[in-house]
């Protein structure tokens, strides 16, 4: 059986004005509040999701750098450059 996600909330600009506290209170424990003009969905209220640590060195070995990096480039592409 599969477990289907809940609709969010739809509320109008109005209403989201009149309650945004309530709103936020609502998000803050994990819904979702779609704000809706004229019943016609404009934005998505969700919750702020907080970056992760940041983990140094995560991408050691994953790129290189050849060891003619800094050579000089050939006179045919250089030859491009001063066109």
Known sequence: MRIMPARP???????????LSKLLEQVEA??????????????RLVPFARPGKRVL?????????????DAPLPDDVLADFER
């Open 30 to 43: 994990g819904a979702e509040v779609v704000i809706a003009r004229a019943g016609r969905p404009v934005a």
């Open 57 to 69: 060195g995560q991408d050691a070995g994953l790129g290189f750098i050849a060891t003619d990096f």
């Open 9 to 19: 909330k739809s509320v109008n600009v109005h209403e989201a004005k009149t309650h």
